[in-house]
């Protein structure tokens, strides 16, 4: 893969790169997408990897579908499908790990100890062995992200971490691998995430902006929703990921929600000053 990279490198080419943990859907696809209208050689890889995930999380289960990723990704002229196997990744003797000062440790990595350790510390890996010029990863993920472009600066890294939008279905529920786990009652409760979202999206459109209202505006739907369980409901700043004491600048409200086994993140970026206010779900 170093190879191949350095090639396009020395070609003068712009790499663009995907990277993803495969069972891959519309979501993937359009950071795929996006990354084949800047960039070319486009590389994706596939790698379930083991160090996010937590004891007694989904590791072993988590959905793989290689052989109709692969199909997928060929059709989308994507040049070049990286899927190493854990043995390559980490041989045995391992011993590196990076982990994002304050940003990984709030929200998901309070949830997810360790999770944020496991994400920064393969994809600086990848991203040495790929070497991009860009690198492209969704919204729905907005922490990961987050810490993401905070290690690329904080490392000199010659990546750029691009952020593309959330990619949805039609009834407003993100697109996600673990959607597969939904039973069919889960799958239309699921819709709860959007629907919160969206309503606080209406009332900051109205001129809400105090965070503890929308926050029980949104306590409000989901409790509405017997099947979902929320792990947290916030608002904070988008460049800090600290709560605010009012909406200003950019701001995110953050749901991670528990439906049976199957635990689904989304999130609402609203970007608010004196004259204007945008709100994107
Ligand atoms: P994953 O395979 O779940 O690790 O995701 C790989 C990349 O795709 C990450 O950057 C995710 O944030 C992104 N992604 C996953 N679902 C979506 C979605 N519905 N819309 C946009 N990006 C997504």
Redesign the pocket.
């Known amino acids: 893969m170093k190879q191949v990279s350095r090639q396009a490198r020395e070609q003068g080419r712009v790499i663009g790169f995907v990277?993803?943990?495969?069972a891959l859907h519309a979501?993937?696809l359009?950071?795929v997408e996006k990354a084949r209208r800047e960039a070319s050689p486009v590389i994706v890889s596939i790698f379930v990897n083991p160090k996010q995930f937590g004891p007694g999380e989904d590791y072993e289960k988590y959905p793989r579908a290689m052989e109709s990723d692969a199909k997928m990704l060929r059709e989308m002229g994507v040049d070049v499908l990286f899927a190493p196997s854990a043995e390559e990744m980490y041989p045995a003797g391992f011993r590196t790990s990076v982990s994002v000062e304050g940003l990984g440790d709030r929200l998901e990595g309070r949830v997810r100890p360790g999770h944020f350790r496991g994400v920064a510390t393969v994809v600086l890996k990848l991203l040495e062995i790929v070497a991009p010029r860009l690198a492209y990863?969704?919204?729905?993920?907005a922490q990961?992200?987050r810490m993401l472009a905070q290690m690329a600066s904080d490392l000199a890294l010659d990546s750029e971490i691009v952020v593309?939008?959330?990619?949805?279905e039609s009834d407003g529920l993100?697109?996600?691998?673990r959607n597969a786990y939904l039973s069919p009652g889960e799958r239309q409760a699921a819709t709860v995430l959007f629907r919160a979202l969206d309503s606080a999206r209406a009332a900051v459109i109205a001129g809400e902006r105090d965070p503890q209202r929308l926050i029980a505006a949104m306590r409000g739907v989901l409790a509405g929703e017997p099947l979902a369980s929320p792990d947290y409901v916030e608002i904070v700043s988008e460049d800090s990921f600290e709560p605010v004491a009012r909406l200003r600048g950019r701001c995110l409200a953050l749901l991670a929600v528990r439906l049976g086994k199957t635990r689904l993140l989304d999130n609402l970026l609203m970007e608010v000053s004196d004259s204007e206010v945008r709100c994107t779900l």
């Open positions: 990277p993803t943990m495969g979501g993937h359009a950071l990863f969704g919204r729905k993920d990961q992200a593309c939008p959330i990619v949805r993100a697109m996600s691998s």
